[in-house]
């Protein structure tokens, strides 16, 4: 499997629900080199899965534009693949058929799709299911296949929001850990909506926090932390004190008016800024 | 990597399998017995009217009715070919019908399921439409249509479209939006989202609907078919009361009520195999 990642360009961003409606962000900037695994973390309500299902090309932005390697990005497409907060599979399809449905519709013949289903399923061990019924898989296995439909595509951006958050805290810190480790390895870029700070330190090489009405990204964090990343590292858990603090700091941010605090914005790196 | 995905699970899947396996040859079995016990106490209440009917000299002449005098009569109804051509008949006639239900409810079920707007516009007027009496649309089907055959049809797709278009409808609504925003960031085009997602994800509910709907098309043409034509199961009931051929007359209602269940049974056969429902099969 031959995967590779994208620059990342993401200029004046906006969106808003309805024409008339409150912007649920607006002229937002985001940049993300080849093969980096960014976290976005704010609380509920904040725009972060509004902004990755626009990522996704799932909704349109009001304004601004989204490049990837210099492609403009108007709408979803197989090279960059989200995963849901549940794993969505469909029930009338085993496993195989479930990893192998995006590859079907781009019209892939049945025995090279067989090959690459079959490699899907051994990068998330679970080459013993192919046949099985998905109704049949617990909860952290479901979301393996998921992760493995979305893995077989070869997609250049993998975007996840809150893929885990449903699970048991075992399955969730396996999939974390093994989600970082395949995109590394393959190299493909990875966007993370999450609230769950660990989350974050143990999948990112940078995390975002966004807060307000309408969002901002107000902090940025590098997480140069090395691989393989332990809940219990001292480095890890400094990293994870380092992001509560600025999270809460940045929730005293979205209880006050936007405007009325716009030199808030942490820009601690020049890759991400917010002009309000 | 994983410690969820041990390889034991896949032999403990297999176990769960083999013994809804064990479970569903028991439920067959069963169900064969109650089959079969349940026919046998209907003919036997059969059997027992028809010899009271025999015995009794006031109703000597309606003998005919009974359980034997009907099973005589049909090596009779097949050489002279009247059963065949009436179920041929019948059956273009239902099957014409219901095509055209199939045909014209599903598309409009899958519209309404996935249109708020259409859902609706088309509510009062559906649930209007609905509430006629298919059989009061006959004397409009016959100035309409030149053939009674055509007729009839008509008659029957007007009674059967209902239940396929709000089951269908009724299924689409239940979908998992999420299902169509995974499909489309797998790249599906609106074709591959409508056969690979869309009517899957639905089967079960068309299937439900369509079996409602051979119901009421079953229950139509027979009164449709004593109106007019000269062919089909309604048909050879109404010309056997004519002639007196009470046994013919029963062995013909035998039959309507055979077919019918074959009908439902193949249709309860399709909707379990296409249920991916836990619990249906």
């Known amino acids: ?276 | 990597m994983s410690n969820d995905a041990a390889p034991g699970a896949a032999a403990a899947a297999a176990g769960l399998t083999g013994t809804r396996t064990s479970r569903a040859a028991e439920a067959a079995g069963r169900g064969v017995v109650n089959f079969s016990l349940g026919l046998l106490i209907l003919a036997a209440f059969w059997w027992l009217g028809g010899y009271m009917i025999a015995m009794n000299p006031q109703t000597q002449s309606f003998a005919g009715f009974g359980l034997v005098q009907t099973l005589q009569s049909f090596p009779e109804l097949w050489q002279l070919g009247k059963l065949q051509k009436a179920i041929v008949a019948s059956g273009y006639r239902l099957g014409g019908g219901m095509l055209i239900a199939i045909a014209i409810g599903v598309p409009i079920g899958i519209i309404m399921g996935r249109s708020k707007r259409f859902r609706d516009l088309s509510n009062s007027a559906f649930q209007f439409l609905r509430m006629i009496s298919p059989l009061s649309w006959m004397p409009i089907a016959v100035f309409v249509f030149k053939a009674w055959d055509d007729s009839i049809i008509f008659l029957i797709a007007i009674a059967s479209v209902w239940p396929v278009i709000f089951s269908t409808a009724a299924g689409l609504s239940k979908v998992d939006p999420a299902w169509f925003k995974v499909a489309r960031n797998l790249g599906a085009t609106p074709l591959q989202m409508l056969t690979r997602i869309i009517l899957p994800a639905i089967s079960f509910d068309i299937f439900t609907g369509i079996r409602l709907a051979l119901g009421v098309a079953w229950v139509v043409l027979v009164p449709a078919e004593l109106l007019g034509v000269t062919s089909g199961l309604g048909y050879a009931i109404k010309d056997a009361r004519e002639t007196l051929a009470y046994d013919q007359l029963t062995a013909m209602v035998l039959t309507i009520g055979v077919i019918g269940y074959a009908l439902d049974t193949i249709c309860a056969l399709l909707i379990k195999r296409f249920s991916w429902h836990r619990g249906d099969a």
């Open chain 1, 1 to 276: 499997m031959s995967i590779r990642g994208v620059n990342i360009n993401i200029q004046g961003l906006g969106y808003r629900y309805t024409s008339r409606g409150k912007p649920t962000f607006s002229n937002l900037m985001l940049e993300s080199k080849r093969g980096e695994a960014l976290a976005i973390i704010g609380r509920s309500g904040c725009g972060k899965s509004t902004l990755l299902h626009i990522i996704a090309g799932l909704n349109r932005p009001t304004e601004g534009t989204m490049h990837f390697d210099d492609k403009k990005i108007e709408g979803p497409s197989s090279r960059w693949v989200m995963m849901f907060q549940a794993p969505h599979l469909f029930p009338w399809m085993k496993v195989s058929q479930n990893v192998g449905v995006g590859l079907g519709f781009a019209g892939w013949p049945e025995k090279e799709k067989r090959e690459r289903v079959d490699e899907a399923l051994r990068l998330v061990e679970l080459q013993d299911y192919a046949d099985t019924n998905v109704q049949d898989l617990s909860g952290g296995q479901q979301q393996r296949v998921a992760l493995a439909r979305s893995l077989v595509m070869e997609p250049e951006l993998l975007l996840l929001d809150e893929p885990f958050s449903a699970l048991d805290a075992f399955t969730r810190a396996s999939l974390q850990r093994d989600v970082r480790s395949i995109a590394k390895r393959l190299g493909f870029n990875l966007i993370i909506v999450t609230h769950d700070i660990d989350e974050a330190v143990l999948m990112a090489d940078r995390a975002l926090i966004m807060a307000g009405a309408p969002g901002k990204i107000v902090h940025e964090f590098e997480v140069p932390l090395d691989d393989p990343r332990q809940r219990q590292d001292p480095a890890v858990q400094a990293m994870r004190a380092r992001l509560l603090d600025a999270f809460h700091s940045a929730a005293q941010v979205a209880g006050a008016p936007a405007e009325e605090n716009p030199d808030q914005a942490d820009t601690e790196s020049s890759s991400v800024s917010q002009h309000a």
